[in-house]
C-alpha cells in the first residue's frame, strides 16, 4: 500500500467515524463530506493504476489512465453536492425551530 493509498483510506475512514461519533448535526455534515471526498479519491486513483498519462496524446506508446470511471466520478461529485447543498437546506430549516443543532436536543424536542 503507498503512501498515497493510506492517506485515502484515513480520509474516508475520519469522515465515516466522524458521521458516527460527532453529535452536531453540521459536523455530520462536513463528514459526509469528508468521507465523499476519499471515495471518489480512491475511484480516481483505481482507474489510474494503468498509467498516469491522459489517453490524448496518440504519438506515444503508453500506459493510459481509463477516463471512463474518472467521468463516471464527475458524475458523483455533482450529485454529491446536489445532495450536501439538500441536507444543507434541511437544517437550516430545522435550526429556525429549534435553536440547537445537536442531535440529543433535536430528538427531545420532537419525541411525541
Given at each position: 500500500m503507498s503512501i498515497l493509498e493510506a492517506c485515502i483510506f484515513a480520509t474516508a475512514l475520519c469522515g465515516f467515524f466522524g458521521i458516527i461519533w460527532k453529535q452536531n448535526l453540521m459536523m455530520k455534515i462536513?463528514?459526509?463530506?469528508?468521507?465523499?471526498?476519499?471515495?471518489?479519491?480512491?475511484?480516481?486513483?483505481?482507474?489510474?493504476?494503468?498509467?498516469?498519462?491522459?489517453?490524448?496524446d496518440i504519438g506515444r506508446d503508453a500506459d493510459y489512465a481509463d477516463p471512463v470511471p474518472q467521468?463516471?466520478?464527475?458524475?458523483?461529485?455533482?450529485?454529491?453536492?446536489?445532495?450536501?447543498?439538500?441536507?444543507?437546506?434541511?437544517?437550516?430549516?430545522l435550526s429556525r425551530d429549534t435553536p440547537t443543532l445537536e442531535i440529543r436536543e433535536i430528538e427531545k424536542n420532537n419525541t411525541p
Open positions: 462536513l463528514a459526509m463530506d469528508v468521507m465523499s471526498t476519499g471515495v471518489i479519491a480512491w475511484y480516481v486513483l483505481v482507474a489510474s493504476r494503468d498509467g498516469w498519462l491522459a489517453p490524448i467521468a463516471v466520478i464527475l458524475t458523483a461529485i455533482v450529485i454529491g453536492f446536489s445532495i450536501q447543498a439538500l441536507i444543507l437546506v434541511g437544517a437550516m430549516k
